[in-house]
């Protein structure tokens, strides 16, 4: 086998083996949501939360 470094124009492949071994290997790891984020590179996940947990989470860490 051999190995060399990654170039730019490897990087789509390297996401699509990425998100392959996500959704196959890694999938007991990740719930469905996550695993979609991954898929849409998102960044963040966010979620809709009601009003009587809002108080709740905004409370600062110490």
């Keep these: 086998m051999n190995f060399r470094n990654a170039v730019f124009s490897d ?9 392959e071994t996500i959704k196959s290997i890694c999938q007991s790891d990740y719930n469905e949501l996550e695993v979609e984020a991954r898929k849409n590179n998102s960044k963040i996940i966010t979620s809709d939360i009601s009003i009587t947990a809002k108080p709740f989470l905004k409370r600062k860490v110490l």
């Design 11 to 19: 990087l789509e492949e390297m996401q699509k083996l990425y998100i």
